[in-house]
């Protein structure tokens, strides 16, 4: 059973910073591509960020680009999302998702991880 923990989520103030990482547990985890999206009570699931096996593409969401960044270590079968200069309208639960190939599209993604709440107080 593939398996996605995420971590690291939690109450910052606007403006602060918080680390999420996904531990997964398909292998090899360089083949599959990682995502992460995000979902506010009331609305659709959002995009947030994708990153390809070896890390050398990714995408993200309009709302974050230059706000944050998605990378991974393969060697621990990890991925991160580094979310800096938080907003209010950031608070939200996220999921990190795995894929065959990158994708900005949540039914593209295979497994999903229970999620994981970010509240930016203002």
């Known amino acids: 059973q593939v398996q996605l923990v995420e971590s690291g989520g939690g109450l910052v103030q606007a403006g602060g910073s918080l680390r999420l990482s996904c531990a997964a547990s398909?292998?090899?985890?360089?083949?599959?591509?990682m995502g992460w999206f995000r979902q506010a009570p009331g609305k659709e699931r959002e995009f947030v960020a994708t990153?390809?096996?070896?890390?050398?593409?990714?995408y993200y969401g309009d709302s974050v680009k230059g706000r944050f960044t998605i990378s991974r270590d393969n060697a621990k079968n990890t991925v991160y999302l580094q979310m800096n200069s938080l907003k209010p309208e950031d608070t939200a639960v996220y999921y990190c998702?795995?894929?065959?190939?990158?994708?900005?599209?949540?039914?593209?993604?295979?497994?999903w991880g229970q999620g994981t709440q970010v509240t930016v107080s203002s």
């Open positions: 990153i390809s096996g070896y890390g050398l593409t990714t």
């Open positions: 398909r292998r090899p985890f360089s083949s599959y591509a």
């Open positions: 998702a795995q894929a065959s190939y990158v994708h900005t599209t949540a039914s593209q993604y295979d497994y």
